[in-house]
């Protein structure tokens, strides 16, 4: 890439930070000239809607490695869009849900950016402890990713150690909500044992979805002694004429535990669409 659009990338990255809204994540894991290539491409996106007269932005951005992804697409939100690019079930059959490799894992980070673009940023665990034994099994800073310690305030932690206790003492899903101060926002963390479901993250977000709720951000953390945890932040969508938010948010949690034990079904297009619940849809094809 030539040297003076690299050094104008540096420029515009620093820029795109706020502007864009994406988190400071994509920044630090991604190189230089990956970014000006997203960036160009950004560019390339609005020029193209300029030309044809469009309002509204196409993103679709794509890097996976070895030791990691970075996926970037517009999404808008509340929405699960059935002829989309897939890019949550994409995720957790490549890296979530695999069962062919047990020792190479993966966590996940995903952000919402203020002009309706999704981030999806996935990489490679590195255990404090790879194989605990014992009481390490029951210590949260033991068998996390080191990523997650460095970035986890000790709140979360704290949390986290809760849900990982009560996932390990039984069988089956466990699901905690916490408000958030100052906001309506409301923070869901659900924790259960590694490749005891399949497809539940993508079902999550359509079943918040049923329920004009959207994510800002949401995280899937993978722990040495086999326990995973996913949190969402969950905001409703202001033009919807929908309950409380309270009332959505219960709502969920009640459907969250039957779609752990059946995520994926043959009615699931309809769930998509909103035509069914997630509540129904396990029912009828239980």
């Known amino acids: 890439m030539p040297k003076l659009f690299i050094e104008l990338s540096k420029a515009?990255?620093?820029?795109?930070?706020?502007?864009?809204?994406?988190?400071?994540?994509?920044?630090a894991l991604e190189s230089v000239d990956t970014i000006a290539t997203h960036i160009l491409s950004l560019y390339g996106a609005k020029i193209g809607a300029?030309?044809?007269?469009?309002?509204?932005?196409?993103?679709?951005?794509?890097?996976?490695?070895?030791?990691?992804?970075?996926?970037i697409h517009t999404s808008a939100p509340g929405v699960?869009?059935?002829?989309?690019p897939g890019y949550e079930r994409r995720i957790e059959d490549k890296y979530l849900d695999i069962?062919?490799?047990?020792?190479?894992?993966?966590?996940?980070?995903?952000?919402?950016?203020?002009?309706?673009?999704r981030c999806y940023?996935?990489?490679?665990?590195?255990?404090?402890?790879p194989e605990p034994t014992g009481s390490q099994k029951l210590d949260i800073k033991a068998v996390s990713d080191k990523t997650f310690l460095e970035?986890?305030?000790?709140?979360?932690?704290?949390?986290?150690?809760?849900?990982?206790?009560?996932?390990?003492?039984?069988?089956?899903?466990?699901?905690?909500?916490?408000?958030?101060?100052?906001?309506?926002?409301?923070?869901?963390?659900?924790g259960y044992r590694r490749r005891s479901t399949n497809h539940f993250f993508s079902a999550i977000s359509d079943l918040y979805h049923y329920y004009n709720l959207y994510s800002s951000r949401k995280y899937v953390e993978q722990f040495s002694n086999g326990v995973?945890?996913?949190?969402?932040?969950?905001?409703q969508v202001s033009s919807t004429q929908s309950?409380?938010?309270?009332?959505?948010?219960?709502?969920?949690?009640?459907?969250?535990?039957?779609l752990y034990c059946l995520p994926t079904t043959r009615l699931q297009p309809l769930f998509q669409e909103g035509t069914l619940s997630g509540n129904v849809c396990c029912l009828q094809a239980g």
């Open 121 to 129: 940023f996935i990489s490679k665990c590195s255990f404090a402890v």
């Open 12 to 27: 515009l990255t620093a820029s795109h930070r706020s502007n864009l809204g994406i988190d400071d994540t994509y920044f």
């Open 80 to 84: 699960s869009r059935t002829e989309g």
């Open 50 to 71: 300029f030309t044809k007269n469009e309002t509204n932005l196409d993103i679709d951005l794509v890097r996976e490695t070895e030791d990691g992804a970075v996926f």
């Open 243 to 258: 309950p409380p938010i309270e009332h959505s948010i219960q709502q969920v949690i009640k459907e969250a535990s039957l």
């Open 151 to 190: 970035k986890a305030s000790p709140n979360t932690l704290q949390i986290y150690q809760g849900v990982m206790e009560a996932v390990l003492q039984r069988t089956g899903v466990v699901i905690e909500m916490f408000d958030m101060a100052g906001s309506r926002e409301k923070r869901l963390i659900i």
């Open 99 to 117: 069962t062919t490799d047990k020792t190479t894992l993966f966590r996940m980070e995903s952000y919402r950016s203020k002009f309706n673009l």
């Open 228 to 235: 995973t945890i996913y949190c969402v932040y969950l905001n």
